[in-house]
Structures are given as C-alpha cells and as structure tokens.
C-alpha cells in the first residue's frame, strides 16, 4: 500500500524553525519525484518546493527562497523541508506528495499521483 505521512508540523512564532518529514512506504521512493505543497482554506494548493529522484534539481517557490529547504535521505524513504524564518503567511497544511512524470522548471501539483494527508503548521505573529 502506497503511503506518505507528514510529521513535524506545529505551532510556532515568526521567525521561527519547523522541520518537516514525509516518510513513505510501499513503494521505493528514490525513483520517484518528491513535492511539498501548501493549501490554505478558499486558496488552491500551492507547490513549494520540489525535488528530483537523485537530488539533482530542486524547485522553491518565490515566497520561500533563501528560507526553505528540500531535501532526502533515499535510504530511509524520507523526505525534508527545513523551514527557516517562517512568516505568519507561511500558515497551512502542507502536503507531501510524489511524482512518476518530469516536473520540469515548476511544481505543478497537477503531476504528482499519491498525497500524503498533510500536517498543520501555523505562524503566529
């Protein structure tokens, strides 16, 4: 069975530091692509960052760069986000999720085949 879990949400204030993880099982993750994205409630999921099967390429959206980091660890079916000076607009359910297809220049959700079901993380400010 195909599963993606998401830990390490929270609460924390601006300025602060969360970390996620997205283990997963069922499947090998290092031939897949990787993405995390973000959904507020009225708002579409919005893709954050992105990674390629080997590492080689990773995307981040503008509102997150030189705060946001991807990253995975193959050999332990896991994959990253370090949040670093988050913002109160940085409140969501961000969402794990993996792709078979070429992502290209973006992170487009419309291409990723299998969702974790999300953790909370909330900026107060």
């Known amino acids: 069975q195909v599963q993606l879990v998401e830990s390490g949400g929270g609460l924390v204030q601006s300025g602060g530091s969360l970390t996620l993880s997205c283990k997963s099982s069922g499947f090998t993750l290092s031939v897949y692509n990787i993405g995390w994205f973000r959904q507020v409630p009225g708002k579409e999921r919005e893709g954050v960052s992105c990674i390629t099967r080997s590492s080689g390429n990773r995307y981040y959206a503008d509102s997150v760069k030189e705060r946001f980091t991807i990253s995975r660890d193959n050999t332990k079916n896991t994959a990253y986000l370090q949040m670093n000076n988050l913002k109160s607009e940085d409140t969501a359910i961000y969402f794990c999720?993996?792709?078979?297809?070429?992502?290209?220049?973006?992170?487009?959700?419309?291409?990723?085949?299998?969702w974790g079901q999300g953790t909370q993380v909330t900026v107060s400010s």
């Open positions: 999720a993996r792709s078979s297809n070429s992502l290209g220049p973006t992170c487009d959700p419309d291409k990723f085949e299998a």
